[in-house]
DNA sequence: GATTAAATTGTTACCGATAACATCAAACAA
DNA sequence: TTGTTTGATGTTATCGGTAACAATTTAATC
């Protein structure tokens, strides 16, 4: 392995012109630079990036916090997993996974959080190390999601354009930023369209949302569709639909939002917001790096939701 | 973050006695090793990784090399990462992705490699690093795998005791151990029960072994049980008995091998051995890493084969 | 009891980089 | 011309460990 020596031998400067080269190149003149840049290509340099973090005392790795409980049977984590690991190991870090309780072991050099409550937000706001968080909120932490307000607005648009008459929507009982987002877009589309909103809001579980559609059924009118805060909610709806005699997609219309997994194997398909969980791991850790490296915020990005259509709506 | 100096302060020792406690305890004597012990304890010191890892110039970097195409369709693949890396990221080594092309980029502490062919017994052999190959072999090298042999053993033993009265092999057409191992299980059971080994191989997909039932499905006598090599060889030979008007399991057996992810989605699910992909990467890492620390070979490790009982083979 | 071997502990240099400071030359102002 | 500032480069110490060697103590041998 060539090492900074080998390389300052060869352009004959000392160590840390070299090291200037590579890390502060403004600071060195043109003529040393190419030199430097030569002897590099000829030995065909690579730095080591383990003295580079001793030097700088970092330590090359990154925690992910997820501080919900892991679904198992839900490859949300594992895909989000695998995006952001893909990403730290082309930069050479690692990924340690930690939960509320491991959270305080060992050092590291920032943090990727998701399934952040308001109760969080304070030791949050108190690490010493950069953060990024996987999923919107509203108290000014970088974050990666999907346009979840766009994400309604565009199936609630779908829906009408599709000639469903009347908008309902199945939210999630919970007070994250996501769900108001996505509560925001469908009644963006409502209120443009001049209806009258109405919503319901239940945990995330598909017996819940069918247990209220089948005590329900009698007032809901035919040609109404049903925009739902999740693919299992969706998942319920569509069922007690069926078993309530009513017919999908010609009466009713259900959407839902995720499309991880439920997705796959329901049938028929809901028609859905897709978003791509590794994509967005991998967004997260580069924003995270680009925020270590540069020790700036890097503001938050959020993906256009794709539509993925299902058999739930019209055609 | 406390460091060997301060451990040593406290205890009155020098920096070195401190290392030495913590990687020759033998060389160090009990009265001093409480002692640091005891410091270590109160200061809460944990050694820095990435200085050890300057010091024994190594990189932390562990490269998983797959050999073969990646179907990406597949979770295989992602299910072998997902084990690996837990592993690897509990050490705090990172892990590198290569492929043929970009093999020899960077250095590394050791290698996992899956998809050997015969043609890359010598490269390996010249590898520097420590190697654990992910599929058996027969050159050597330490691997992990599933006991292929006891999986075809098994399964055919199975569809015996249900009463098939014939087994047929339908294998993959390939040089590597695994196959040879799978046929092997086959014809042991075979011979131990007197009857005539009937073998076919073929490139590893569904339309071809379909194509081969159907073609020669006046030739199969009623109560025979296929023993493929492979899910997807099953998924063809059920199709074709089907559409040939067999019956399965009634009349016809089928059973498979792997169990990733078709075996999710096929109807009926096939009788197959199910392999945990995940724990198995699990091992290579944890294999490896002994590996690299003893400086010894490890030996291999193989998985017992866990049957999944589908409804390809009678009750 | 003197000599030598073995076991234990401490010193020094080094792994490969970087930051902080020191040095030096050129450019500029008085 | 001389002193001062500026910019470019080199020196040294350091990050937190470890190996190789030196020094010291203890045990073993004759």
């Given at each position: 392995m060539t090492t900074l020596l080998d390389v300052a031998k060869k352009a004959n400067v000392s160590k840390m012109t070299v090291s200037r080269v590579i890390n502060h190149p403004d600071k060195v003149t043109d003529e040393l630079k190419q030199l430097v840049y030569e002897a590099m290509r000829e030995l065909d340099y690579h730095p080591n990036v383990i003295a580079k973090a001793l030097a700088n005392n970092s330590t090359r790795i990154i925690k992910l916090c997820i501080l919900e409980d892991i679904d198992?049977?839900?490859p949300y984590y594992m895909n989000l997993m695998i995006g952001i690991a893909k990403t730290l190991d082309l930069h050479q870090y690692s990924l340690q996974l930690v939960t509320r309780r491991n959270f305080d072991i060992g050092n590291c050099d920032g943090y990727i959080i998701t399934g952040?409550?308001?109760?969080?937000v304070d030791w949050i706001k108190d690490l010493k190390k950069p953060v990024v968080l996987f999923g919107e909120n509203r108290y000014g932490f970088d974050f990666i999601d999907t346009n979840n307000k766009a994400g309604t607005y565009l199936l609630s648009q779908l829906a009408l354009k599709k000639g469903y008459e009347k908008l309902i929507y199945v939210g999630i009982d919970s007070k994250e930023s996501f769900e108001y987002s996505r509560e925001a877009g469908y009644l963006q589309q409502v209120q443009e369209k001049r209806m009258v909103p109405e919503l319901h809001r239940f945990g995330n579980h598909s017996h819940l949302s069918e247990d209220f559609i089948r005590q329900n059924w009698n007032k809901i009118p035919k040609n109404t569709a049903f925009i739902c805060a999740s693919d299992r909610l969706a998942l319920g709806v569509e069922r007690a639909i069926v078993r309530c005699g009513g017919k999908v997609p010609d009466e009713f219309g259900v959407t839902g939002f995720?499309?991880?997994?439920l997705n796959q194997v329901a049938s028929p398909k809901i028609t859905t917001i897709k978003q791509s969980i590794i994509q967005m791991g991998s967004a997260c850790g580069e924003t995270l790096l680009d925020k270590i490296q540069s020790g700036e915020s890097q503001g938050s990005l959020v993906f256009e939701p794709k539509l993925s259509l299902g058999g739930t709506l019209r055609d």
């Open positions: 198992t049977t839900e952040m409550r308001i109760s969080d995720d499309g991880v997994f």
